[in-house]
């Protein structure tokens, strides 16, 4: 995902922020508060909710605002490789998208799976469509789509969240939180217009769609070799 993108999908966030900051400022939060919510979402093993924290700290909703957003602001900085993030008011810390090629090093991962042409834009249907049935998705693709929705649910991007009622009580799709760290948003509030998602899937898709060629240029010239 490109850097204006990124921009893009961020900018809810950073007017939010700045609202709050003219209004209150960090001047009176006091460091062992900071350093409490950090060792905190640090210490989770998977993302933290807020409603967690603050019964853990007693914190008020503000108090806790305002840390959240100190910490996001410090872990910008250059000198950090880690990011403090937040999914559906979930936090966890990320290592930064650019140090991706040496932690891939680091844990040995010679293969990225991506996502095919037909599961970008069955998850786009379900993204804006939720609650979706599968008939009701592949109406509007017109293809079978029951593979793809397995796939999807493998990698976590969609989930069932109940059924329709209707003739059968078809079960009916949602996107989960890791959709949302897939497009890094906050909430599904945030989603781009239609058009801007399609040109993020459509990157993502050139980008797979690049690899595979490199891997089956790489494949041929090892059998030209032996």
Not at 83 to 101: G, H, I, R, V
Not at 124 to 139: D, G, H, L, M, N
Not at 201 to 209: H, L, Q, R
Request: net charge negative; charged share 35%; hydrophobic share 35%.
């Amino acid at each position: 995902m490109s850097e204006d993108n990124i921009s893009y999908l961020s900018n809810k966030r950073r007017e939010k922020e700045q609202k709050i900051l003219d209004n209150l400022g960090f001047e009176d939060l006091k460091p062992k508060e900071i350093a409490l919510v950090e060792a905190l979402i640090f210490s989770s093993k998977k993302k933290l909710p807020r409603a967690v924290i603050k019964e853990i700290t007693a914190f008020s909703e503000e108090k806790l605002e305002r840390i959240i957003i100190y910490l996001e602001q410090k872990y910008q900085g250059v000198e950090f490789g880690i990011q403090l993030k937040e999914y559906n008011d979930c936090y966890l810390f990320q290592t930064k998208k650019e140090f991706a090629a040496e932690i891939e090093q680091l844990f040995d991962i010679t293969k990225v799976s991506s996502l095919s042409t037909a599961s970008m834009e069955t998850l786009a249907i379900i993204a804006y469509r939720q609650p979706v049935t599968r008939s009701e998705i592949e109406e509007i693709r017109g293809v079978s789509v029951e593979r793809t929705l397995t796939t999807l649910s493998k990698y976590e991007l969609i989930e069932e969240v109940g059924r329709k009622e209707t003739i059968g009580n078809p079960i009916i799709y949602g996107t989960t939180d890791q959709f949302l760290e897939y497009l890094d948003i906050e909430d599904l509030a945030e989603l781009p217009e239609i058009e801007r998602v399609e040109k993020l899937f459509a990157e993502e898709i050139e980008e797979a769609a690049e690899q595979a060629a490199e891997q089956k240029k790489e494949i041929a010239e090892k059998k030209e070799s032996n």
